[in-house]
C-alpha cells in the first residue's frame, strides 16, 4: 500500500507543480519583487542605539562589518581570539559613530566562551539585537592529502551545515527572530591571501573588496533579507548547481541476523565488524579487516547515521548532540579516507545516504538537518576531487520505514533512546507524511549505485520540495511552521500534523 501511495504521487506531483508554476509561481514572484523594491526603499531598519554581537571581528568581513555598523550609531559588541587586534577595531568604531563598544576576547569553538561573551553583553548593555556569526577558517587541501582526518574537526563541512542549520531555525522562531543568511564569494581578506589562492588555483577569479562586501550584508540585514549572495553575480552559477549538476552498524548481535540473510540470499562470503563509525580507529580497522579478508574493496555505504528530534531551545546541553555530527558526517570522512586508495585500485564507487533534510528545514531536527547538508557538500566536492577513477552516488531519501521513524533517535536531553513518549513525538514528527519501505529503498539505492547515477532522490516525488524550496522559500517554511510548531514552545504533540494524523487513524 505504501509502495502504491509513492506511486501515485510520483504521477500526480509533478502535474501539480506544473500547474502551480504557471498559475500560482508568477503572481508570487511579482508579489515578492514589489515587497522586495518597498522593502529597499521603505522598510529599513534603523540601527542606531541597537546593540550588535560581532564574532571574528579582529579582521576581514567581521572588521569591516563592525566598521558598517559603527557608521550608522549602533553599539558594538566585538568577539575574537585576538585581542590587541579588537582593541584596534574598537578604536576605530569609535571613531566612525558607534557610542559604545565592548571588547571580548574568546574562542567560539569553546561553548563556556561562546556563554561568556553573552552574558557579558546583557551584563553591559541590557539586551542583544543583532549576532553576526561571523568567526571561521578556512583550510586549503586534497582530501587525500590529510594525513590525519580528525585533525580538521574544527572546520568540516562547515557552512553548508551551517546553511541547513539556520534555514531550519528560521521555521522553528518564525517571524519572532529575523535571519539573514549571507554566502558571499571571495572577499580580500586574510583567508584569500596570496598563499591561499595559489593554494586554490583559483587566482582568475576576481575578489571583492571587503568593504564593499560588508557594506552589502549590513545594508541587507536592515532590510530584513532572507539569503544573500554577495556578490551578485554569484546567483547564476547557483542555479547553474540546481539545474545541471553534471557540467556499519556496531550491535554485532543484528549484524550477524542480517549476514545470515544475505548467505541465504546468495552471497558467498560475508563477514562482520562490530564497530562504531565515530572512532577513527574503528573506521582504519574495518577497512582493514576488509582488505586482509577480501584482498580489494569496490564500494562503499556509508550509511549509519542517528536523528535527533527537538526544539534547539529545548536543549540542555548542546555538547551531547556533537554526536550526530560525529556519526552523520565524521563517519562518512573517516571511512572514505581509509577506503580511497583501495577504491582507486578498484575503480570503485562511494554510495553515500543522505536526506532530503539536507534541503528541506524540518524543524525539531537541525542538528541532524545541519549534519546530512554538510554530509552533501562533502561527497558533491569529492566527486570533483575524485574525477573518473572513483564514482560517487548521493542518495537524499524521504521518511523511510525504520528505527528512525519509529522512535528512535537523540532527544532533548542527549541521550539515544525509544520510549513511548518518543515515539509518539517521532510520530508527530512524520505526521501524514507516506513513509516509503525499507525494501523498496534499498532496491533502488542498489540499482542506482550500479546504474552509476550522481544522485538518488527517493522516492522521486520529494523532488517537488527542492524547487519549492528554491522558488517560493517563504511559502514552505510558512506550511511547515503551521504543520509542525502550530505556535512558539507548542510540543510536537500539539502541532496540526501530529493531531490530523491521530484523526485519520481515529476514522
Known sequence: MKDIIHKVLNILLPVTSIISAVFVVPPFLLFKLVFSLLRRTCLIEDVAGKVVVITGASSGIGEHVAYEYAKRGACLVLVARREDRLRIVADKAKQLGSPDVLVVKADVSNAANCKN?????????HKLDHLVNNAGIAPVCMFEDYEDVSDYKSVMATKAALISFFETLRVKVG??????????????????DTEFMSKLKTNFVPLESVEGCAHAIVNGTRRGARFMME??????????????????????????QVAQVARELGAPDVIVIAADVSRIDDCQRM????????????HLVNNAGIVSVCMFEEVDDMAAFRS???INFWGPVYMTRFALPHLRKSNGKVIVISSANCWFPMPRSSF?????????????TLRIEFGSEIKVTLVTPGFVESEMTQGKGLFKGGQLQVDQDLVKASTAQVGLTPVISVVGCSKAIVKSACRGDRNLVEPAWI???RWLKLIC?????????LCYISKPGASAHESFNKWTADLIKRT
Open 473 to 481: 522559500p517563504e511559502i514552505l517554511d510558512m506550511v511547515l511552521w
Open 368 to 380: 541532524y538537518n545541519a549534519s546530512k547538508a554538510a554530509v552533501t557538500q562533502l561527497f558533491e
Open 175 to 192: 517571524s519572532e527572530i529575523g535571519i539573514t543568511i549571507v554566502t558571499p564569494g571571495l572577499v580580500d581578506s586574510e583567508i584569500t
Open 324 to 326: 550526530v555530527m560525529e
Open 231 to 256: 556578490p551578485a553575480w554569484l546567483k547564476p552559477l547557483f542555479y547553474w548547481k540546481i539545474f545541471c549538476p553534471e557540467l556499519l552498524e556496531w550491535r554485532e548481535d543484528r549484524l550477524q
Open 287 to 298: 577497512v582493514d579487516q576488509t582488505i586482509n579478508h577480501f584482498g580489494k574493496l569496490d
Open 463 to 465: 523532488r517537488i520540495t
Open 117 to 125: 561573551f553573552v552574558d557579558q553583553t546583557i551584563l553591559h548593555f
